[in-house]
Each structure stands twice: as C-alpha cells, then as structure tokens.
C-alpha cells in the first residue's frame, strides 16, 4: 500500500475522531453544564488517556457518555496513532529502510526464526552490501557506523 493510499485510509477515522471530539464537547457542555473550555480539555485529557480526575461527570448520562467516549474515543485515537507510526514508517529515507530490515533480519537470525532460504537471502545480501564500499563510505560520511 503506498504512502497516498494509507493516507486516504486514515482520512475516515481521522474525521470520525474529530466528530466524537466535537460532539464530546458538545455533550458535557449541555450535560454536566461544563463551560466549552473544561468540556474541551476533559474530552482531551480523556482521549490522551491521562484521568487527573478534577473533572468527572456527575450526572448519569454524562457518566454513560464518559464510557461511550472512552470506548470509541480513545480506540479511534489509538487506531490514528498506530496508522501514523505504520505511514511515518512507509515514508522514511530509503537508506533508513535498508538499515531496518538489516535489523529485522539479525533478529530473525538471532531468534531462530529463519528458514534455510530465508538465510541464504540474507547472505546474499550482505555479500553484496558488503562489496559496495561506495555506499560504506557514503554511510561513514553520513554519520552511520557500518551495520
């Protein structure tokens, strides 16, 4: 999936995020009688999963609404940090990406979860990497210790 896609893959929770911010507002303004200010920062600081706990809800449908917030509220949230994390990841420096799968690859090799041919993959690449001393010092240069 390229980097277009994952973002138009984030643009519906990032709406419906920015919906249940907005109606969360809304909510324990009308509700709990909240001024938009403290029904703004209690919606964040619920969707950030912190709880200082100076504001609660005192009625039973702001209570009702505080569980429906944390369920969707903070699950969407968490879903649009994860996806962030994966398209940031998707997007990085190619020379970056080659270094992260040396990486992935000497863990697999370090924990044994690596097949013959995987092996004889991963040989073959480091015969070749190894042999190119033009990208070695580009990386020396660069600030990078040989990996």
């Known amino acids: 999936m390229s980097a ?6 984030l643009t519906i ?6 919906i249940i911010y907005v109606v969360s507002i809304l909510f324990f303004h009308l509700v709990e009688g909240w001024d938009f200010l403290d029904a703004a920062y209690y919606t964040t ?16 449908l702001g209570k009702i609404g505080a569980i429906i917030l944390i369920f ?4 969407t949230a968490l879903y649009v940090i994860t996806h962030l994390g994966i398209l940031r990841e998707k997007t990085i420096d190619p020379h970056i ?18 097949d013959s041919s995987q092996l004889k ?15 070695r010092d580009e990386d020396r240069s660069r600030g990078f210790g040989r990996l």
Request: proline residues 3%; hydrophobic residues 35%.
């Open 45 to 60: 600081v619920t969707l950030a999963t912190v709880g200082y706990g100076d504001f609660t809800p005192q009625t039973s």
């Open 4 to 9: 277009i896609s994952e973002i138009r893959t």
């Open 13 to 18: 929770p990032l709406v419906t995020l920015a």
């Open 121 to 135: 993959k991963i040989k073959e690449k480091m015969a070749a990497r190894n042999g190119d001393s033009k990208d």
């Open 97 to 114: 990406q080659r270094r992260l799968q040396i990486l992935r690859n000497l863990t697999a090799l370090q924990t044994g979860e690596v």
């Open 72 to 75: 969707t509220g903070v699950s």
